[in-house]
């Protein structure tokens, strides 16, 4: 009898050993599913492994969660110009709107781990979020009147973040705009200015210039393939003074001697392009990354990818040769050789991709065609020791949702404001990559066009 | 720039000031002399800003105009603004106080007064000219010494953005009028 008790006793602390052990094994594993209490949304889930990028304590839950959401997110919705801002709320005034919604918390609005409640922004969002604050904007715009509340933010009109492009004045500003703009504005890249201003670079040890095939530096011991050396010869490096040596011949801990690397890794590349990776850590190419897990590969995407790249791991060199980090190939044949969903499949056939070959043939302006990275990897103007510089923004995510964001950074470039708000409406259009015109619109122009009027004679009678 | 660090340094200091006097109620500064001094600060940096930044140099001197847009209109951060910016500021570093410029004539509406007290103490200050209105009110299940202020027009700036402004209720501001007020809100202990 008191054998059989013990024995009990033993398959317990054994079973129990065993589960211990199995969940510290998993606790310690990259692969956490286990642990998951439900799907992460489309903007996390390649981090979701790493529970610890958002519950850095276990203990605080809101507050905790806040601090993370801020951490990642904090920097652009201070670029956005946030309407709703934390401190917003924290006025005492504002107490009896904290208590319908608490807009203290980002997890209010946006929960994770409910992929039932995530909606078509890749974020769970109420649907009352504008009308608890705003229910008697009709008083003020009477054009509001009978609008369904859950349409503020669905409907193309306004966003509770950032309304850079859709904000009152900056409509009125772009009224009747035709849909193609007779002058196109795209920015042109200079990689010599950039080179001259960017700090990191090793400017004295690599001045600017042009260098010829032979000029190249690569030790006379080492058998150069003379395939590479073209590469290099026809890149944006070689034309500005970048030399083999600046890659390749480097000092890894910056203590010990230089010493010539046959296959340097992306690192190499951060010596000098520091905010290209910056921002490719902050995009879901290489947040995963930044998180400390393995690279980011298409065979982790929720978004339909090509068969064959599926188990490629994404690094600079997966968008950029390593040799001659063809722009024209990482603006295209890069995206294309992985995104396999419908609205990239549409590019070949599209009206941008058509503009974007003939200006390769040179039969029209540069700046007129347009390619995946125009859209997704825009250019923008900084200011860069005291000059302006263009740089490409290397987070494809950054105005990517909700997708207004790329009006002002991308469609207005070539297109009027009421053009693109209408075809960025229209998921039909989007997903045949902007072949046709927009079945949709949005009455936001309309609308603050009748006010303007309306106030107009009302000045006229007044006067 | 200056302005706004000078705002914000001197309410720190001032509320600074305040926590380590609430520990103290014996010789604690009453909540009163609190948000005087507060305003004192907050009006003397207002004022500043709108005669001789923004009144010299969009209308006087006419070298840069001030916007609601400022960035996308590369101008002058209207004083309006600048006022919010600063509490904004304050409010992210956790003062233990807040404040706020309303008004009986707001451009946005959501600076039209929200609270009893609110709307007590704006009709008050338009009423009586040069006089403030202090009052208690309980938001959020905190108790507050609310008090408000009579903002000014103290420039033509002032008078001329709101008079033409499309959004605005009113149009026939003259100066030193009564344009809003100041409200500043100080918890009260129990």
Redesign the interface.
């Known amino acids: 009898m008191k054998l059989k008790g013990s024995i009990k006793w033993i398959i317990w602390l054994v079973f129990t050993l065993l589960v211990a052990s199995y969940l510290g094994y998993r606790m310690y594993d990259e692969d956490k599913t286990l642990f998951l209490p439900g799907k992460t949304s489309h903007g996390h889930h390649q981090i979701e492994m790493a529970c610890a990028a958002c519950h850095t304590d276990k203990f605080g839950g809101k507050k905790v969660l806040q601090a993370a959401c801020m951490k990642c997110h904090g920097e652009e919705l201070k670029l956005a110009?946030d309407n709703h801002?934390?401190?917003?709320f924290?006025?005492?005034?504002n107490?009896?709107r904290?208590?319908k919604i608490d807009a203290l918390y980002c997890v209010t609005c946006h929960v994770e781990h409910k992929p039932e409640l995530t909606g078509v922004m890749g974020v769970t969002m109420p649907q009352d979020f504008c009308v608890n604050c705003h229910y008697d904007i009709a008083k003020?715009r009477p054009s509001h009147k009978d609008l369904p509340f859950t349409g503020c933010a669905s409907a193309g009109c306004h966003n509770y973040h950032d309304n850079r492009a859709l904000?009152e004045?900056?409509l009125l500003k772009h009224l009747h705009e035709k849909d193609v703009l007779s002058e196109k504005k795209l920015l042109q890249r200079n990689l010599k200015l950039r080179l001259q201003t960017m700090p990191s670079y090793p400017l004295k040890e690599y001045p600017l210039r042009s260098f010829t095939r032979h000029e190249q530096d690569a030790p006379p011991t080492l058998s150069t393939d003379g395939k590479l050396l073209d590469e290099w010869y026809q890149s944006a490096h070689a034309q500005s003074g970048v030399n083999c040596s600046a890659c390749h011949n480097i000092d890894i801990d910056g203590k010990s001697k230089k010493k010539w690397l046959e296959k340097p890794d992306q690192k190499i590349c951060v010596n000098c392009h520091k905010q290209e990776n910056e921002d490719f850590l902050n995009s879901m190419h290489g947040m995963r990354l930044a998180q400390g897990l393995s690279p980011m590969s298409p065979a982790m995407s929720v978004l339909k990818m090509d068969n064959d790249s599926k188990h490629q791991q994404l690094s600079c060199f997966s968008c950029h040769s390593t040799h001659r980090f063809d722009t024209k190939y990482a603006a295209i044949n890069a995206c294309l050789n992985c995104h396999a969903d419908q609205h990239s499949q549409a590019y070949k056939h599209s009206l941008h991709n058509k503009y974007w070959r003939m200006e390769q043939q040179g039969e029209i302006k540069e700046g007129n065609g347009v390619s995946c990275a125009t859209c997704h990897f825009p250019r923008h103007e900084q200011k860069q020791n005291g000059k302006h510089v263009i740089r490409v923004m290397h987070n494809q995510n950054d105005n990517l949702r909700p997708n207004e964001k790329m009006i002002r950074s991308v469609c207005m470039n070539c297109h009027g404001l009421g053009f693109s708000i209408d075809a960025l409406a229209d998921r039909a259009l989007i997903d045949k990559n902007f072949t046709g015109l927009p079945a949709k619109h949005i009455k936001s122009l309309d609308m603050i066009e009748r006010r303007?009027e309306i106030?107009r004679i009302k000045g006229n009678k007044k006067e | 720039m200056h302005y706004s660090k000078l705002l914000v340094s001197g309410l720190a200091a001032l509320s600074i000031l305040l926590s380590a006097c609430e520990g103290k109620k014996s010789t604690g500064i009453e909540p009163k002399d609190m948000a005087d001094a507060l305003h004192l600060v907050m009006e003397s940096d207002r004022t500043v800003y709108t005669r001789k930044i923004i009144n010299r140099l969009s209308l006087d001197e006419q070298i840069i105009k001030a916007s609601e847009h400022w960035k996308d209109d590369k101008a002058l951060v209207l004083p309006a603004q600048m006022f919010r910016y600063g509490a904004e500021m304050a409010a992210e570093k956790g003062a233990n106080f807040s404040y706020s410029l309303l008004s009986l004539w707001p451009i946005n509406k959501q600076n039209k007064p929200k609270t009893e007290i609110e709307s007590i103490g704006l009709k008050f200050i338009v009423d009586n000219p040069g006089e403030n209105y202090y009052g208690e009110e309980e938001l959020g299940g905190t108790k507050y010494f609310t008090a408000v202020y009579p903002d000014i027009a103290v420039a033509t700036a002032c008078i001329k953005c709101h008079n033409k402004h499309k959004n605005s209720p009113r149009s026939d501001f003259n100066m030193k009028d009564v344009m809003g007020g100041v409200v500043i809100r100080i918890p009260l202990k129990d």
């Open positions: 110009d801002p934390r401190s917003k924290t006025d005492p005034r107490a009896d904290i208590k003020d904000y004045d900056f303007v106030q």
